[in-house]
Nanobody
Framework: QAQLIESGGGTVQAGDSLRLSCTPAEDTLTYYAAGWFRQAPGKDREFVATISASGRSRYYGDSVKGRFTISRDNAKNTVYLQMNSLEPEDTAIFYC?????????????????WGQGTQVTVSS
């Protein structure tokens, strides 16, 4: 059972924007670092972005730097991924994850909670 719930995925054209949201099914994300990962068909899951619990530290995968922005609103218990200038190569299932620490991480194995994913499809 997914412990995080993603929303905001969809089908867009190249150059468009989308904003993904992630909220916990229960409990709170306030004290947890969070991350976004994605998996394209036939490929391994890859790191997209991560943010510390405070929001002061943020890191991005090379393929999304300058186009994607991770943020969080702890008052709303939500983590966001703003995706601009989308490309067909961004087509994937995007997963939200959280870890029982305040420190951001790019490693899949560091995360304790996952969502079921939301599909993002970018057409050319």
């Amino acid at each position: 059972q997914a412990q995080l719930i993603e929303s905001g995925g969809g089908t867009v054209q190249a150059g468009d924007s989308l904003r993904l949201s992630c909220t916990p099914a229960e409990d709170t994300l306030t004290y947890y670092a969070a991350g976004w990962f994605r998996q394209a068909p036939g490929k391994d899951r890859e790191f997209v972005a991560t943010i510390s619990a405070s929001g002061r530290s943020r890191y991005y995968g090379d393929s999304v730097k300058g186009r994607f922005t991770i943020s969080r609103d702890n008052a709303k218990n939500t983590v966001y991924l703003q995706m601009n200038s989308l490309e067909p190569e961004d087509t994937a299932i995007f997963y939200c994850a959280a870890r029982r620490t305040t420190v951001a991480s790019a490693l899949i194995s560091d995360y304790d909670f996952w969502g079921q994913g939301t599909q993002v499809t970018v057409s050319s």
